[in-house]
């Protein structure tokens, strides 16, 4: 009856669910940037091809989408009152499948052993299957949706798309099919997990956690209503225009007009916000929303003029400081709760405050690091210069090095709380 | 929809009040951070006093189901309370940190607890209660005091 649940004992799933998937993600942040040093200080050296897919790939995957998982189970029983049975087992397989798959798939890309390709395609299909398809499974037997659980759906389906067209991809690099539609594959198979999946998924969260974080304003109606839907909707235009080979620029110039209207009505939202706190958390946000603008400017100015690879690039680098932006904002919101209410509702007296578990402080040392990465690699993109590149791979491992050690710290916290304070049982 | 309009305006009201005790332990001013948190508090709890002995009762008569919504809800205005009690130390001890701290999690847990509140229960409560039993019960919530 009570279906729209919340984060209430019953329904939370246990911490340890998301811990997992964040503290890999920062470990395969931190492998990231240690490739990436690997590659600029010359120690390693591979085709541009083979370094392009697989910082993509590592990014999208080993990072983003560990993130992005580990929040969704927990954020489903919150923000759409959808259970999910046995968390802890089902979340082990797609975390175990997915770290094997990132790394075979890393292999294939600069071995390009034919083997390896298939594995990845197997191993990462099912894990990344099994996630979307259990989600959405629960998620279409909500029956009044808010703005919020339509667009977790919407988003991993899109999600379930772009993993269906990755693994076309994987099996044609590795000769097992023709590919005849490799190309239009490989554009729908990005355009679907950028947009249908990274951006969607953080559009609809935000419709409910800026406002429940800062209380803000509300999104007006006409776009927490159809603003996903909209996106969707282009999104499988797209699809068809790229296999009856149709022009797709003017669906791309709405879909970054689109995107563009959310990221300035977020920050509108976030300047009327009624706490007046200005922690990191605010900062990322702001940052976030604003580069996604940057990303999607340079996207529209690319449909009506022709623009050069360096402008590109920096659009691609601002779309990925708007996802890691976010993803940074909610895990120093999520931690330090999660870590002091899962305590403090099995009743140890002593839970360490929201401060205590990871102190503002730390998350704004963490917003310096990241705006100095993104410059640098900013440097790097306009100047070429070697040297710069090693300042910013450094700095990508400081980033998620930072990340992953305050992550160790809440879990060590909760550890220590449980075993050395007082219980009291309810 | 006059439950969920009624008590949706008190949910916002607690917003701003407990925004503005903030404020005043940011700036420093503890003075009228206390006096603003102790309106954010009386203000909360007589709000829970509203639904425990008014709005829940009737929702739960009418669904004969105690064991339902209103036990989540009930056991979340308990975490609520408790979370009042060490602000109130905090602000007494003018320990910004300490009040900030807890002020993070006091939003996040009210905020999803008004958001059940508001998407499920009062929406229910609305459609399922009779029209002239939600004006009596309504009048018994404003009559309500500490």
Known sequence: MFSQGGLSLEQAPPISVVMKFFITASLFGLILGLYLLASSSGLLTYSAYAYNVTITHFLALGVMASFMLGALFQMLPVIAGVVIKMPSKKSMVVHVL???????????????????????????????????????????????????????????????????????????????????????????????????????LIVSVSFQVVEMFYVTPKYPTIMSKYLVTAIVMLLVLKLIALFISLPTVGIDLILALLFIAYGIITLHRLYRRKRPTSDATVWFWRLG????????????????????????????????????????AMNYKIVPFLTWFHLSNQGYMEAPMMHDVIHPKKAKIHFYIHIAMLVTWTLSILFNLPMIDIVASLLVVLSFGWLLYHLIFAVRKYNYTQKHTEKIEW | MIISSYMRTEHRACDEIFAAAEKHVIDGDFEKAEEQFILFADDTIRHFKKEEESLFPTFEELTGNTEGPTR?????????????????????????????????????LLQQHNMKEEQMLYAMCDRMIPQDVKESTLETMKAIEL
Request: cysteine-free.
């Open chain 1, 98 to 200: 997915l770290m094997v798959g990132v790394f075979l798939q890393l292999f294939a890309f600069n071995t390009s052993i034919s083997l390896l390709y298939l594995f990845s395609a197997i191993i990462l299909g099912s894990a990344l299957l099994h996630a979307t398809t259990l989600m959405i499974k629960e998620l279409i037997k909500v029956q009044d949706h808010s703005s919020s659980s339509k667009g977790m759906l919407l988003s991993l389906s899109s999600f379930t798309i772009a993993i269906v067209f990755g693994i076309y991809l994987l099996l044609t690099l590795g000769g097992y099919i023709s590919g005849d539609a490799f190309t239009q594959v490989k554009e729908a198979h990005y355009s679907f997990a950028l947009f249908g999946w990274v951006a969607l």
């Open chain 1, 289 to 328: 929303m604003g580069l996604l603008i940057v990303s999607m400017f340079i996207t529209a100015l690319g449909t009506v003029t022709s623009i050069d690879q360096g402008l590109k690039s920096i659009s691609y680098l601002a779309f990925i400081g708007f996802a890691l932006s976010i993803v940074f």
């Open chain 2, 72 to 108: 989540i809800m009930k056991f979340e205005h308990e975490q609520v309370r408790g979370l009042i009690g060490k602000m109130a130390e905090a602000v007494e001890n003018k320990d910004s940190d300490a009040y900030l701290s807890l002020a993070e999690s006091m939003m996040i």
